[in-house]
């Protein structure tokens, strides 16, 4: 009959030897030594590590394999765009992200956004095109403001047009555009558990050529306050011929950034029904009637900034409040 494993006094020593020097360490070092790898969870919104950013970007320079090499520009050439270092990137891709006073976000976005499109190997640049003064937000006029200056940059195949707070989950939701059509890219919004909050939804971040953009002469630029204008573009797509692709959900994952800053002056402003109503205003109320003033443009390492005055929204009639 053999002894159970508790009873033998071999097991029973070993048993005490370890908590011996279980509490030597305890006793020497406090529990915090012990348990330091449970206690340092990693800070969610630490920017102090940007050296993972930056080892990245510094592939933006081919491996030094000449002795006698020629000094670098004055000014760097590649600021604010990026392209593979070890092959010819298939698509030029040209991200717009609109926002006003959304700086935090902005840093949250670029943190995880240049990482995932070099592993894209995109050839890229990454405008931020900042609303000033206190007028309601105008996300619409100021993607037609981005795409006007990023196209004076380069012959970008392909617009993507990016809110501030959303940040993409999965590698292989390519930031390149359909052929055909418009492309509906954040089709899987954490916050709106992984689906369309309504079926014309062109919101979050979309993807269209030039051409594209052009044929349904840009966005609107008289939605003042949040999302009013998805179903005045998605009706533009429609009455210039094309329809709307949406990248499959497994794919368009995002995940919703709420950091307890809003850009201001949200209210929701009432206006005729778009879908009425766009068929009439499209040709005139777009890219060929954009009208704003340039603060400044300036070109980072990381980004363009430019800063656009888009005027104020109209005070409507008070009947119309
Ligand atoms: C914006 O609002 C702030 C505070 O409400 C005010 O001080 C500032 O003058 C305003 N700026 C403009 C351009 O109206
Ligand atoms: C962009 O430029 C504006 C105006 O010069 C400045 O206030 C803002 O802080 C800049 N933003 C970034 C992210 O560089
Ligand atoms: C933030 C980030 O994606 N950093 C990556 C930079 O590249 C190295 C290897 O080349 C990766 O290990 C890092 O994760």
């Not at 930056?54 to 933006?60: D, I, Q, V």
């Amino acid at each position: 009959m053999s002894l159970s494993r508790v009873e033998n006094p071999c097991f029973l020593l070993f048993l005490a030897v370890f908590q011996a020097i279980f509490i030597l360490i305890l006793y020497r070092g406090g529990a915090s030594t012990v348990f330091r790898g449970f206690l340092d969870a990693p800070q969610p919104w630490d920017y102090s590590k940007t050296q993972d950013v930056y080892t990245n970007l510094s592939l933006f320079t081919r491996a030094p394999d000449e002795e006698n090499m020629p000094y670098c520009t004055a000014q760097s050439p590649i600021f604010g765009h990026y392209s593979p270092p070890h092959c010819l990137a298939r698509y030029k891709s040209a991200i717009i992200v609109p926002h006003k006073n959304q700086e935090k976000h902005l840093l949250h976005l670029l943190y995880y956004l240049h990482p995932f499109l070099q592993r894209q190997q995109l050839h890229y640049g990454i405008y931020l095109i900042h609303q000033a003064g206190n007028s309601t937000f105008n996300r619409a006029k100021l993607l037609n403001v981005g795409v006007r200056e990023a196209m004076k940059d380069e012959d970008w195949d392909c617009l993507l047009l990016h809110d501030v707070d959303l940040i993409p989950e999965n590698d292989y939701n390519l930031y390149v555009c359909d052929d055909y059509y418009p492309k509906h890219i954040a089709s899987a919004i954490d916050k709106f558990q992984y689906s369309l909050p309504y079926w014309s939804f062109f919101g979050g971040v979309s993807a269209l050529t030039p051409e594209h953009y052009m044929k349904i002469n840009g966005f609107p630029n008289t939605y003042w306050g949040s999302h009013g204008e998805d179903e005045d573009i998605a009706a533009r797509i429609q009455l210039a011929g094309m329809k709307i692709v949406r990248t499959p959900v497994h794919l368009g994952r995002y995940k919703m950034v709420d950091l307890k800053q809003h850009s201001g002056g949200e209210e929701h402003l009432r206006r005729p029904a778009p879908l009425l109503n766009t068929r009439k205003t499209w040709k005139d109320d777009g890219m060929n009637s954009v009208e704003f003033k340039l603060l400044s443009r300036k070109k980072h390492l990381l980004y363009t900034n430019i800063t656009v005055d888009i005027g104020n929204a109209p005070t409507l009639p008070p009947e119309d409040k």
